[in-house]
Nanobody, 116 residues
């Protein structure tokens, strides 16, 4: 059974940091590109960051470049999103995504709220 379970969300003040984790099981984690998406209220889901399976090259949404870092640990079947210098507009539900060709899996999402 495929599972993607996100951890680490919560409430943080502007300028603060959070680290999201996504634990994967039920598929060959190392052969999938891993991504974080987010969806704010009233907005469409958007790609935040992606890390490619073999090269580990990364790409980021312009809005998070220089503040967020995606990484993966294939030994632990886990992908991370380190979020620094958080802003009000980073408030959203964050989703973990695994993709390999036409196969795609999603986590259930985790809330991140940036508020003073």
């Amino acid at each position: 059974q495929v599972q993607l379970v996100e951890f680490g969300g919560g409430l943080v003040q502007p300028g603060g940091s959070l680290r999201l984790s996504c634990a994967a099981s039920g598929f060959t984690f190392s052969s999938y590109d891993m991504s974080w998406y987010r969806q704010a209220p009233g907005k469409e889901r958007e790609l935040v960051a992606r890390i490619i399976k073999y090269t580990r090259s990364t790409n980021y949404a312009d809005s998070v470049k220089g503040r967020f870092t995606i990484s993966r640990d294939n030994a632990k079947n886990t992908v991370y999103l380190q979020m620094n210098s958080l802003k009000f507009e980073d408030t959203a539900v964050y989703y973990c995504n695994a993709r390999k060709m036409m196969t795609e899996y999603w986590g259930q999402g985790i809330q991140v709220t940036v508020s003073s």
